[in-house]
């Protein structure tokens, strides 16, 4: 079995802990990065998502200047089709590597919104995105484990004689996660992603989706290499109904035009119309503890664990129990629930899965 691993979220759009006050709203920043990256770290977990979309801080410079100011977290940061020419993000990526002794993952991301794809300037459609996407990780592929220079002949781009320096410092290179639910996003994780993170959903749903993923991998013959994890948000209290409370102060007074707002922004999102599909079939609750009212005030991963610490632990261990080792999770404020969580849920994880916590 695999080791399991936590990552953090860096909430670099600002941080909250009511989406329709105002006045609960805590601007992005040094001094907030600063808390939630520290206590990330103090909390054991081994990575750290920064975000890509459009009210977030420029992703590359807060992940290089938030490397600087942590010691052992490992970012995950976005490498989105078109936005960097291939070998100067291959370049970029093992500078880093180098520079923080293997600090770096790739989050690979075709967007969730064509309009904000057109407003960045990127006219590929979905489609185009990710066949993209799965060229460029091809290069950068070749790029950091071939012994001289590399010839490209491709669709969208042709190098000649390329090479970068340095080499990875991790090998035979960095880790590629991959988050998305259309058939195009699981074909470029069946041919290259070392995890697969869905959004929430029932553990049903997702044994399906893996089951039907991993058969893809088993064509490119990398079945065994594949692995899977959970982006989920979370809400843990000491008792239920704190945790609760917490949840509909969340999404309290969020009012229907936002709502609608952020649907149509992700209208051709397949994973964000599965959890709003969750959200009108099952109501508030798809599965025990598991709340899908986040969805009326955020796009993207809304599916939250809500509940006291054995509830908590309960639904991320039904979903290990189905083959997922990689949880990606975000929570509110996010330096508090990332602590709530070492307190509370990881202790109760680790009993369960002895040996295979990497930072219990």
Known sequence: MRPLEFGWYLPTNGDTTSYAAGHAAIP?????????VQAAEAAGFEYMLVPVALPCWEAW???????????????????????????????????????TGGRIAVNLIAGQSEQEARADGISYAKE????????????????????????HAGRFHTLRGARILPPP?????????????????????????????????TPE????????????????????????????????????EEALAAAQELVRDVPAERTAALRANVANSVA??????LAREHGDWIAPNLWSGLTRARQGAGIAVVGNPAQCAAVLQRFIDIGCHSFCLSGYLHDEEAMRFARWVRPILAERNEGRMLAA
């Open 169 to 201: 410092f991790q090998r035979p290179h960095p880790r590629f996660y991959l988050g998305g639910g259309s058939r195009e996003a699981w074909e470029v994780s069946a041919a290259h992603a070392d995890v697969h993170l869905f959004w929430g959903d």
């Open 205 to 240: 749903g997702i044994a399906a989706q893996m089951a039907e993923i991993r058969a893809m991998a088993a064509r490119h013959g990398r079945a065994e290499q594949l692995g899977f994890g959970m982006r989920l948000q979370i809400l843990c209290r000491e008792t239920e």
């Open 272 to 277: 964000n119309q599965r959890v709003q599909a």
């Open 28 to 36: 992005p920043g040094t001094a907030m990065f600063d808390r939630v």
């Open 128 to 151: 185009d995105r990710y066949a993209l996407m799965a060229e460029e990780v091809g290069i950068l592929k070749r790029l950091w484990t071939a012994e001289g220079p590399v010839d």
């Open 61 to 99: 410079v807060t992940t290089a200047f938030m490397a600087g100011r942590s010691s052992a977290i490992r970012m995950l940061v976005a490498a989105r089709p078109g936005y960097i020419n291939p070998v100067m993000l291959a370049k970029m990526v093992t500078t880093f590597d180098q520079l």
